[in-house]
């Protein structure tokens, strides 16, 4: 008898869908490094604000080996920031550049607690939903806020990416998988990313190297320059 006469044909439909169902890393391998692209949107923002052409609407997540570098540049490539975090050693570099001013700061968990201080720690109530984002499957979770004036957020997150805690170092911490699409708030502003693409690749190790151009600072710097910064993009 072949393996396939001893699956009852009522189960193939499933089968089918779980084969073909998660995208380009197929059922029983993840993808282990590659870029996702996010789309970027403002859903709070006055789409007539004398910044609004200035909002960033893409930014870019690569990752290899338990390290992320998040990128995002903004006011026609002024300003730009990128966050590099090795997830096993839960460390961070934050850099931002604006003008020709360029700073970093080393992170470890203590010192992140004044840059999700606009969000807070939320509750997250795990659903059975499913959906697949940019061909990955994603389950559905909902993080639930205890201030009034933030909404609940639907965050939608895969573990077909090999990344281990791939969200400590935010609001969201507890995820167990890379969110492909989701809310945050950062100084005042509510993002909105939505992964468009997944492509999976060689990713240079070179990407992940300590900056040369950029200036030391302590985490409270840091902070300080972002939020002068993006508070210029509320008005």
């Known amino acids: 008898m072949t393996t396939s006469s001893r699956i009852p044909l009522a189960l193939w439909p499933a089968l089918l869908t779980l084969f073909h169902g998660c995208g380009a890393t197929g059922f029983f391998s993840r993808l282990d490094e590659g870029v996702i692209e996010y789309s970027l949107s403002f859903p709070e923002y006055d789409p007539n604000g004398i910044m609004s052409g200035m909002l960033p609407e893409r930014t870019l997540l690569t990752f290899r080996d338990n390290r992320q570098v998040a990128e995002l540049s903004a006011g026609m490539g002024l300003f730009r920031t990128a966050m590099v975090t090795d997830d096993a050693s839960r460390t961070l570099d934050y850099r931002m550049s604006m003008m020709g001013k ?128 993006l508070g210029t993009f509320s008005m």
């Open 102 to 229: 360029r700073i970093t700061a080393n992170m470890r968990s203590r010192d992140l607690d004044v840059f999700v201080a606009d969000s807070g720690m939320p509750t997250i109530i795990y659903t059975n939903d499913m959906d697949s984002i940019a061909g990955y499957p994603c389950r559905r979770a909902v993080a639930i806020f205890d201030r009034i004036d933030h909404p609940e957020i639907e965050l939608w997150y895969t573990d077909r990416i090999a990344l281990k805690d791939p969200n400590w170092y935010g609001p969201f911490a507890e995820v167990p998988g890379v969110l492909l699409r989701y809310e945050v708030v950062q100084y005042g502003m509510r993002m909105r990313l939505t992964a468009i693409s997944v492509k999976p690749g060689n990713v240079d190790e070179t990407k992940f190297a300590p900056s040369q151009d950029h200036d030391p600072v302590e985490p409270s710097v840091l902070h300080h320059e972002m939020a002068e910064v």
